[in-house]
């Protein structure tokens, strides 16, 4: 492709100048033909619920009903039968102090130092 065809292929994409006076014209016929018009022939203004759930109303129903069955879930929870229950399944579980863990390796290799001295 040499300069002219670039030129020309270039030149084909450029946007044309703005023309002052077709787009003040376009405006006009658009001023007077909304004021011209009768508030009758306005569209009405109507919010409905639709409206205020815009983005998607499935989506917003969908995310109450998962509220819901988590409110439910957590009542049923605090409920004195379940309190019961969960007061028996939560017995501390004993955790060995770090100390205790490293004489606890201490003694599982001095054990194995000894099985294998042994054989």
């Known amino acids: 492709?040499?300069?002219?065809e670039l030129q020309a292929l270039l030149a084909s994409l450029r946007i044309p100048p703005?023309?002052?006076e077709t787009e003040e014209q376009t405006l006009q016929?658009?001023?007077q033909a909304l004021n011209s018009a009768t508030p009758a022939e306005r569209a009405p203004?109507?919010?409905t619920w639709r409206d205020w759930l815009w983005p998607s109303p499935v989506a917003w129903g969908a995310m109450s009903a998962v509220w819901l069955m988590v409110l439910v879930q957590h009542a049923a929870d605090d409920s004195p039968a379940s309190a019961l229950a969960n007061e028996s399944q939560r017995t501390p579980?004993?955790?060995p102090s770090p100390l205790f863990a490293?004489?606890?390796l201490q003694e599982l290799l001095r054990q194995f130092n000894a099985?294998?001295?042994g054989r």
């Open 1 to 4: 492709m040499n300069d002219k």
């Open 18 to 20: 703005r023309d002052e």
């Open 29 to 31: 016929r658009a001023l």
């Open 45 to 47: 203004v109507s919010w």
């Open 93 to 95: 579980i004993p955790h």
């Open 102 to 104: 490293r004489h606890d």
């Open 115 to 117: 099985e294998q001295t």
